[in-house]
């Protein structure tokens, strides 16, 4: 409904988003997928009666259409409420009746929605603060199970922030913050992209993961703040992605096939770091964007970085083979279980180095007799340097070589979890855990991780057959080479340069060692486990 009612007259018409609705509930709801739609917009005659013009063409981008305050009327709220009712009841029960008594009865096949996100990005728009977003959620919900969900049926996602603001999450999740009638709050949701320094230099999109490092600590953060406040809530991501610079830039240039291996991968690495904090939604956005493409009357830019299929041909690219990948391999219910990465020889003064915000740290002792007899250094934060010569900086937990001293001294073997132990020395900032020590003999040991040369790791058990399986992603553009025990003969499946808009192709390991393509992501079965 584009224009305010009159005296005389509504205009209600669903002619235009109608088809598009029919055709994604069809291969999505039809075939049994849970769906979790989200109309975003509303009419912006709600917020501003007095400027709500809009492109005639339904084919033209107006991003400036949200116009107007959150706070525009007293009646604001109401209205967008009784919006949201009618529309939801012209899709659940195929009908409604407008501001004026009259029925429009849809023609088409109706829904019964499980799920429903209220409103997108709202601090991107009408001037949002946290508390009139959740009086708007909280009459919207009061309002559909008043009338379309009378058994409560619907499970409500709220926020869908564009960025991680806490102060929004902590209001949100506050139950004394809604009205009794609006709770429980079943799911909120939040987005993460990451960004690039180029869009057609593969080495820059290494940093797609230096990014999603720092992401994951705002991730677990969130996590705990639920945990305090609505443990029963649970946590939808449910667009993550990358956007390259200048990206709805009409000249901006085509990325390069690998591009979309490298955002495939940070997906990948994502969702293995944030199932394991128990995430609920890991969504992969967006399905299909596109530069200008006039011969189709699509006439603006729309996020062409972020599509998971070939817009010229429609045939999916690397990011969808990733998630096809995912869903074949993993489902609700497998387990993770500690996987430890890296090879090195014993020494007498060794160190591990865990260069990502959350990671563990394992120190053993080569002989096994022996047992860890110095902790010389230790830091969680920014340090420079290199074993053995470690520096301190502005960026450092307290008391970390004392807990490690603790924890390991008299130890064989010890591992120490860098986040949440230690806290939060520098919000915001990819921080690092080292640890430097020695073990009783003349063996020495050993430190794990040591620096970084190696892909992402993360080994699973299946939740119905009981089967090992191991997540690799290499996060590098440049092969990269794991040794991986009692691994020749199983079989590996593989999304990379080479498979390029095909699915991942199926293969049988030949030796222990196994080489990954520059961002690569496979998914192994090893024989006999």
């Known amino acids: 409904e584009l224009k305010p009612p009159t005296q005389t007259e509504t205009f209600w018409s669903f002619d235009d988003i109608d088809p598009q609705w029919r055709s994604f509930m069809s291969e999505t709801y039809g075939k049994g997928r849970t769906v979790v739609p989200n109309f975003s917009t509303q009419p912006t005659w709600i917020y501003d009666i007095d400027n709500y013009d809009y492109p005639e063409d339904p ?61 997108n990005e709202p601090e991107s728009e009408h001037a949002f603060d946290v508390a ?50 609006a709770l429980p709050v079943t799911y909120f949701s939040y987005h993460f992209y990451a960004g690039g320094e180029s869009r057609t230099d593969p080495n820059t999109y290494e940093s797609f993961f230096t990014q999603a490092d720092a992401f994951l600590v705002e991730a677990q953060n969130i996590v705990h703040l639920r945990d305090q406040l609505s443990p029963s809530t649970k946590i939808s991501v449910d667009e993550m992605g990358v956007i390259l610079p200048n990206d709805n830039d009409a000249t901006a240039a085509v990325p390069p096939p690998i591009y979309w291996n490298a955002a495939g991968a940070m997906y990948a690495y994502l969702y293995a770091n944030m199932a394991a904090m128990g995430y609920d939604v890991l969504g992969e956005s967006q399905f299909a964007g596109c530069p200008p493409i006039p011969e189709w ?25 990733v998630l096809d990948l995912l869903l074949d391999h993993f489902a609700v219910g497998d387990r993770l279980v500690e996987t430890v990465v890296g090879s090195v020889k014993p020494t007498q003064v060794f160190c591990a180095d865990v260069p990502v915000s959350i990671g563990t740290a394992v120190l053993k002792c080569a002989a096994q007799d022996a047992v860890i007899n110095d902790v010389m250094f230790a830091a969680y934060g920014t340090p420079t340097g290199e074993c053995q010569n470690w520096v301190r900086s502005n960026c450092d937990a307290k008391n970390v070589t004392d807990y490690v001293k603790k924890v390991c001294l008299g130890q064989n073997s010890c591992s120490i979890l860098s986040y949440p132990t230690f806290g939060d020395p520098c919000y915001g900032t990819v921080k690092q855990l080292v640890i430097q020590a020695t073990c009783t ?37 440049r092969d990269v080479c794991i040794n991986l ?45």
Do not use: C
């Not at 919207?140 to 869908?160: C, E, K, M, Y």
């Not at 430190?447 to 040369?453: E, M, V």
């Open 441 to 477: 003999g003349t063996q020495g040991g050993t430190g794990y991780p040591s620096r970084i040369t190696y892909p992402f790791v993360q080994g699973f058990i299946d939740a119905t057959t009981s089967q090992h399986k191991i997540l690799l992603v290499n996060r590098f553009n």
């Open 59 to 119: 084919n033209k981008v107006d991003w400036s259409y949200p116009r107007g305050p959150a706070k525009g009327y007293a009646n604001t709220t109401t209205l967008v409420a009784e919006y949201y009712t009618r529309l939801l009841s012209w899709i659940i029960n195929g009908s409604f009746v407008d501001e004026h008594g009259t029925t429009h009865t849809n023609p088409g096949p109706t829904y019964q929605l499980t799920h429903w996100e209220v409103f």
């Open 132 to 181: 009139t977003y959740t009086i708007q959620y909280d009459a919207i919900v009061q309002h559909l199970r008043s009338t379309v969900d009378p058994h409560h049926s619907i499970q409500f996602v709220g926020l869908a922030l564009d960025g991680r603001d806490m102060d929004w999450i902590t209001y949100f999740l506050n139950p004394a913050n809604h009205h009794p009638d």
């Open 297 to 321: 009357d699509i006439q603006d830019a729309q996020f062409p970085s972020v599509s998971m299929v070939n817009w010229t041909s429609g045939v999916p690219n690397a990011r969808y083979w």
């Open 485 to 529: 025990p009692d691994i020749t003969g199983a079989t590996m499946f593989t999304v990379d340069v080479a498979s390029g808009e095909g699915p991942a192709r199926k293969e049988v390991v030949k030796s222990n060692s196994v080489t990954l393509a520059s961002f690569a992501v496979s998914v192994v079965y090893p024989m006999g486990m």
